[in-house]
């Protein structure tokens, strides 16, 4: 009776896992007959290790002489999976086999059970490419949700590192994970991106890192309240610093918050080279984005407005240079700055050595042609090139800046210096504005913070940065 | 709300700001380098402008700059300046004018009509250099210099020079507006004209005109500018010669290099007569000794010695004749006005003495001057 009951059942299922799961093509059905009945192992082609599922799902019930009734004593004989585990109704098991675990039905016994036979393909941990270093390590994260936490767990062995699992997106079901040390990160900013990530959880798709980023960063501005990173390096020294990161099945970018703007001008390779490089380097790159955001507008000015503050032999020459020229000089600022976004973008989306080909003989034919031509002057070439150059130092923040050198431009061309002051000081305040995560975007410049350790515009001793990084600042 | 407040407010205070500035591109204007101001037989203003101007030659299509003189008649100086404005393609810029250069026979006639609209009007610098040139305005702007080819910026560079410190004044505009309201109102300006003596034609800055009243009342040659920079300098003397009788050699002389030059002036007046005592301090080094010389400490301090009995000797003769003058060139009424609030004194020079304690110092190695 009981038996006649199993059976039923356990036809029932399969064919309600059928029906949903119709039109699939590589939904396999394994049907095997052992000595107390059927067995059907339910798993997706090419998301599972047939050898595994073999040696250690299938070949234990067709070898066993005898086979127990309860699912419980199946779990802890019979599979020899290293994770085991019971499904409590149909949709668990349908994302069970979606995920790439076997499903197993049975018509002698009550209940459903799952095994991890996982055998999708990843691609091999590589060299990060947008954040290389000279003697750091060569590591980057990949598209796998597992494999990217092993790597940060590699590096930081504490046990207060907690990561809380998410899925995100009603049909996505992508897996989220999030990770902070617990005795470091504060408890309001664990809160604030748990709340942000649970609403996120009714939304139909989420695939990428940036529809968390989206929903997390400042609206309304070009700069990026949020940091990403491949390195697992990075991850794990922001981590200690009591920052958050979230991981992203499926993205080989991770997340991190709060992102202050003096982080958009820090490299790994500050603190794997020695302190002088680092901090040199590190000063170099605040000059770029001074002389890329000022650098334009201050010439603008000079040039149109407040002669009097060029050199005689210079403003003669900058007169003869420009004298072929039939355009204003504000004009010729911006048509110069649409070829270089051009050129970027073609240097982009072509492939590296095609792209790198493109942007060196762009400019170079371009520049010059552009000159020949009577378009533009070799001093603005010269202006706009050093001011696209300074961006390449800075890259987190190209956009933003390319926005900023336009308002200020634009100021700049009606009201002169006076416009230049006002585009500023603009600038200035809209960063001051911003807030990261409920963190002021510019600390701890502009805020009334003491500087606790000094990593800020030059590297200090090692020594000294990892022993101060969070004195005062622990929960 | 605050923030659009703000930036609402940002805008109206710099479009007043802005005032005069309008958006000019720099090709679109021509440079003046210097302007030359001289008066004619009918006290009509005459100027004459040296500029730049920039253009693409259709002939060979490039770019080029080329130096061009106008010249414009006017009642005014700003009638005359907008009278220039007539004659060229683009707007006449000042901003690039370093150099204010008046005429002999304007300087005499008198500079106070002159000068307003250099002050008043916001594109002429404060801080241009000015001079007198001993000779017509033509005679200059005609004398193209092989050095530079604007005899503005040659002029500027020149008015600038350390090399020349004891022989010119550096004298820019804002200073002559400054001191021709106090003391005895009494200017100096670096007086040129063009030397023709040697093989080339050379603008050559010859001594000091002084300026009274913004008359032109008398000129320092340069040997009489020396000394008036040494009595009057306040630490701007970088470079210079004094030359002296040698030591051994009655007929051979010895030349000492000024390096730094220091005076410091203390004024007592007892209600008749004032004591000037300026206290003078100059390191040299020897520069240039005809027929050797007997390297010895009482070498050095005779020559020491005959240095400071030379300066002596000639700061206080060309003080004689200032005060023969009445030429206030020292700003002593000025100083006494300021350390005697009360005392009402009409030509302090008039009833000054001068005393000067000079201390001349050789420098050299510490092996020369201590090897005996």
């Keep these: 009776m009981i038996k006649d009951i199993l059976e039923k059942q ?91 675990n076997v499903v ?131 991850i794990s020294s922001l981590l200690s610093e009591g920052r958050l990161c979230v991981i992203i099945n499926g993205s080989p970018f991770v997340m991190v918050v709060p992102y202050f703007f003096i982080d958009n001008f820090m490299t790994p390779d500050d603190y794997y080279n020695d302190k002088f490089t680092g901090s040199f380097d590190r000063i170099l790159r605040c000059l770029a984005f001074i002389i890329s955001i000022v650098l334009p507008g201050f010439y603008l000015a000079l040039t149109t407005y407040h002669f009097k503050l060029l050199p005689p032999v210079l403003a003669f020459r900058v007169a003869v240079l420009r004298a072929g020229v039939p355009y204003n000089t504000v004009i010729e600022i911006f048509i110069m700055y649409f070829f270089f976004l051009i050129l970027r973008e073609a240097g982009i989306r072509l492939p590296t050595p095609i792209g790198q080909a493109v942007s060196i003989f762009g400019a170079l034919i371009l520049g010059d042609a552009a000159i020949g031509a009577g378009l533009t002057s070799e001093i603005t070439v010269l202006i706009v090139a050093l001011s696209s150059i300074c961006t390449f130092l800075i890259p987190k923040l190209f956009n933003a800046i390319v926005v900023w050198t336009s308002i200020i431009l634009g100021f700049t061309t009606f009201l002169g210096l ?41 590297r200090t001793k090692l020594k000294d940065i990892s022993n101060n990084i969070l004195h005062g600042d622990e929960k | 709300m605050l923030k659009k407040r703000l930036i609402l407010l940002f805008l109206i205070i710099s479009t007043l700001l802005t005032g005069c500035f309008n958006y000019r591109d720099i090709n679109r204007v021509i ?19 040296e500029c ?31 009278e220039l404005n007539t004659f060229s393609r683009y707007k006449i810029d000042y901003s690039q004018c370093k150099v204010y250069i008046f005429t002999e026979r304007a300087a005499k006639q008198g500079l106070g009509d002159l000068i307003d609209f250099l002050r008043r009007d916001q594109e002429f610098l404060l801080r241009a250099f000015i001079g007198v040139f001993l000779g017509t305005g033509e005679e200059l702007v005609k004398h193209v210099p092989k050095q530079d080819d604007f005899v503005g910026l040659l002029l500027e560079q020149m008015l600038q020079s350390d090399f020349l410190s004891t022989i010119i004044v550096n004298y820019r505009f804002n200073e002559f507006l400054n001191t021709r309201n106090i003391g005895k109102h009494v200017n100096k300006i670096n007086a040129m004209y063009i030397d023709s003596t040697g093989p080339e034609n050379f603008i050559k800055v010859h001594g000091v005109a002084i300026i009274q009243d913004d008359i032109m009342v008398y000129k320092l040659d340069p040997q009489e500018t020396v000394w008036c920079n040494i009595l009057y300098n306040q630490g701007r003397l970088k470079s210079g010669a004094i030359i002296v009788k040698h030591t051994d050699y009655e007929d051979k002389y010895v030349s000492l290099e000024i ?64 005060k023969a003058k009445g030429v206030d060139v020292l700003d002593i009424q000025h100083q006494v006005e300021m350390e005697y609030p009360g005392s009402d004194i009409e030509n302090a020079i008039k009833i000054s003495n001068l005393t000067s304690d000079i201390n001349v110092q050789i420098l050299g190695s510490s092996n020369i001057r201590g090897s005996n």
């Design chain 1, 418 to 458: 006076p416009g230049f002051y006002v585009g500023f000081i603009m600038f200035i305040s809209h960063l001051a504005g911003l807030t990261t995560c409920g963190y002021p975007y510019l600390y701890p410049l502009g805020t009334l913070t003491t500087f606790r350790f000094r990593d800020i515009f030059y």
């Design chain 1, 10 to 100: 356990y036809i029932s299922n399969i064919s309600i896992i059928k029906e949903k799961l119709k039109n699939t093509y590589d939904v396999k059905y394994r049907e095997i007959t052992t000595v107390s009945g059927l067995v059907c192992a339910i798993f997706i082609d090419n998301m599972v290790d047939t050898k595994i599922l073999s040696e250690t799902v299938l070949s234990p019930f067709i070898d066993a002489e005898i086979l127990p009734a309860d699912i419980d004593h199946i779990k802890s004989r019979i599979l020899k999976t290293y994770v085991v585990d019971s499904v409590e109704n149909i949709e668990d098991t349908i994302l069970n086999i979606l995920s790439g």
């Design chain 2, 259 to 322: 390096r730094k030059s220091k005076t410091t002036t203390n004024l007592h007046f007892d209600g008749r007569r004032i004591n000037l005592i300026k206290k003078i301090n100059i390191d040299v080094v020897i520069a240039d000794v005809q027929d050797g010389l007997e390297w010895s400490e009482e070498t050095l301090e005779k020559l020491e010695h005959l240095a400071e009995v030379k300066i002596k000797d000639e700061t206080e003769a060309l003080f004689g004749k200032l």
């Design chain 2, 31 to 49: 440079f003046s380098t210097m302007l030359v101001i001289d008066v004619d037989e009918d006290d009509n203003i005459v100027i004459y402008s």
């Design chain 2, 52 to 82: 730049f101007h920039s253009f693409r030659s259709t002939l060979d299509n490039t770019e080029q700059g080329q130096r061009l003189v106008y010249k414009a008649t006017g009642k005014t100086l700003f009638d005359a300046v907008r």
């Design chain 1, 104 to 234: 197993l039905f049975f018509s002698f016994c009550d209940g459903i059970l799952f095994c991890e036979v996982k055998g999708i393909k990843n691609r091999a941990i590589e060299q990060p490419l947008t954040e290389t270093t000279i003697k750091g390590p060569r590591e980057a994260f990949t598209e796998d949700l597992g494999i990217n936490i092993s790597l940060i767990r590699r590096r930081y062995k504490n046990s207060g590192l907690k990561i809380e699992e998410f899925r995100l997106g009603v049909h996505s079901q992508a897996g989220v994970a999030l990770l902070f040390v617990e005795q470091h990160c504060p408890e309001k900013l664990i809160t604030y991106v748990r709340t942000k990530i649970q609403m996120m959880q009714k939304r139909h798709y989420v695939f990428s890192i940036n529809n968390i980023e989206e929903e997390i960063r400042c609206k309304g501005t070009f700069f990026s309240t949020t940091g990403v990173t491949e390195r697992p390096d990075t």
